[in-house]
């Protein structure tokens, strides 16, 4: 791939994103379209946070000295969820990307989220950072996405409007029956 093809493609793919958070309606993703796309962006985000937490944690704290095994686990997990993940990168990117490959959004979206992420996180929060990951680090990816969808949904909903996606409602399911009684 030519640097050329590139630059090209992550202009079409940052215009798309400005103009997807212009519009009014808001796309809703599945869950597993949600649980894939965290899964493919946790590894490169751990990194962030972990480099931007690094000069204020010990030298033995998971985001220094345990993440590159954490994060090369959880990266291998992507590819099993490729196509959730492409379809909730075409709903997040929107009209006008048609033809971009879908493999390639996937670095552009994460080089625009992880230092985002990174910068959002500040020295005082790195301690409580250090918890979380420690607390999530031996669950499997599938469960920390899933985690993160739910903890997502509930901050969404106390705060509707700010986000720029939603979680598509789940359908309803129906009561269990009452045990009878002995």
Known sequence: ???R????????????????????????L?????????ITLLPDMLDAVGQ????????????????????ARYRADGPAVLPQTKTAFAKLIGQGVEGVDPDLMRPVITAMIAPMLAKEIKPADCPKVERMVTLIGPLPARNVAGIAVLLFT?????????SPFTICPLPAIPPLPAMPRP
């Open 1 to 3: 791939m030519t640097g």
């Open 5 to 28: 093809h590139t630059i090209r493609t992550a202009a079409s793919l940052w215009l798309a994103l400005a103009a997807t958070t212009a519009q009014a309606a808001t796309p809703c």
């Open 30 to 38: 599945t869950q597993p379209e949600a649980e894939g796309l965290v």
């Open 52 to 71: 931007g937490c690094a000069a204020s944690l010990p030298p033995e704290a998971t985001l220094r000295a345990g993440l590159q095994p954490l994060v």
């Open 154 to 162: 509930l901050g969404s909903d106390a705060k509707p409007g700010r």
